[in-house]
């Protein structure tokens, strides 16, 4: 492995819905998008929520011979908080720019389908078919994949429509992003406990309070900071990152759950914009 550091950053934090307002600004209101980047012209990002459109912009303010030109982008699902900021990602618009878009099938479709089906009028005025980029298709099947330095495996998760966790190893260091997942489901839990084995760090799906989980939202396809704890513990993990948050919830009531939360688990965090991991 060469010497040089991958970092994990975040983009978005929110599940649902962008909420944008003056009590989320600790730990942002865009919605979920997590990029590793090795610091070259080569990037790699997991789901294009609306935090996806700030990391083009972002590129934009390079010079031009800095910016990066190759992108992987990795679909856990399909449901709109997790794919809206793809069409208004700048390089898609770039012809110089080299696309690769990954993702499992959903309701009998292929990726390609999905968002081809998606991105064009009447839902917007672009079609993703014609962009400059010509973005190319990948199937996930299940199989490792191994691109640069990382190796990219997948297990499945509970969740309508189906939803893909991503363990993204490099070395001996290893991220582990688990969005959209509903606690419950013996065979699943476990298989994403072995997924999640000795992890440096556990992205963990925590929408709902376990309370409000057990009175209101079984069966809504999302856990609670409570199941990411027991997940954490029985994976042995280093770190615990809670993510997906609740739209409706201020940065006090975040920052409330993880003070209780590291009362279980002292190694638990908040995913939060610009949050950066090292890979």
């Not at 190319?136 to 299940?142: H, K, N």
């Not at 992205?203 to 990411?228: F, K, L, V």
């Not at 990152?241 to 975040?254: K, N, Q, V, W």
């Amino acid at each position: 492995m060469e010497n040089h550091k991958y970092i994990a950053r975040f983009w978005g934090a929110r599940g649902t819905i962008p909420c944008p307002s003056s009590d989320k600004l600790r730990f942002g209101g865009n919605t979920s998008c997590l990029q590793i980047d090795p610091g070259g012209s080569e990037q790699f990002i997991f789901d294009c929520g609306s935090g996806f459109r700030n990391f083009g912009a972002s590129l934009a303010k390079l010079e031009s011979e800095k910016r990066p030109r190759k992108f992987h982008i990795f679909f856990s699902h399909y449901h709109f908080d997790h794919l809206e900021g793809l069409p208004l990602f700048g390089p898609l618009y770039d012809e110089r720019s080299e696309i690769t878009i990954y993702g499992a099938d959903s309701c009998g479709l292929q990726v390609q389908q999905i968002l081809e089906r998606l991105i064009r009028p009447p839902y917007f005025p672009v079609t993703l078919a014609d962009v400059p980029s010509q973005p190319q298709y990948v199937q996930l099947t299940g199989d490792p994949i191994q691109l640069a330095e990382l190796k990219i495996s997948t297990a499945p998760l509970n969740h309508p429509d189906g939803c893909l966790s991503f363990r993204i190893q490099r070395g001996e260091r290893s991220i582990v992003y688990a969005t959209d997942h509903e606690h419950g489901i013996e065979k699943i839990d476990l298989g994403l406990i072995e997924h999640a084995k000795n992890a440096d760090h556990l992205i963990y799906d925590a929408t709902y309070e376990p309370a409000e989980y057990e009175e209101m939202r079984r069966g809504w396809g999302h856990s609670t900071w409570y199941a990411a704890i027991q997940t954490a513990l029985a994976a042995q993990v280093k770190n615990l990152l809670l993510f997906h948050h609740h739209p409706d919830y201020s940065d006090e009531e975040l920052a409330r759950v993880i003070e209780i939360a590291q009362r279980e688990f002292p190694a638990t965090a908040a995913s939060y914009e610009g949050l950066e991991l090292e890979l």
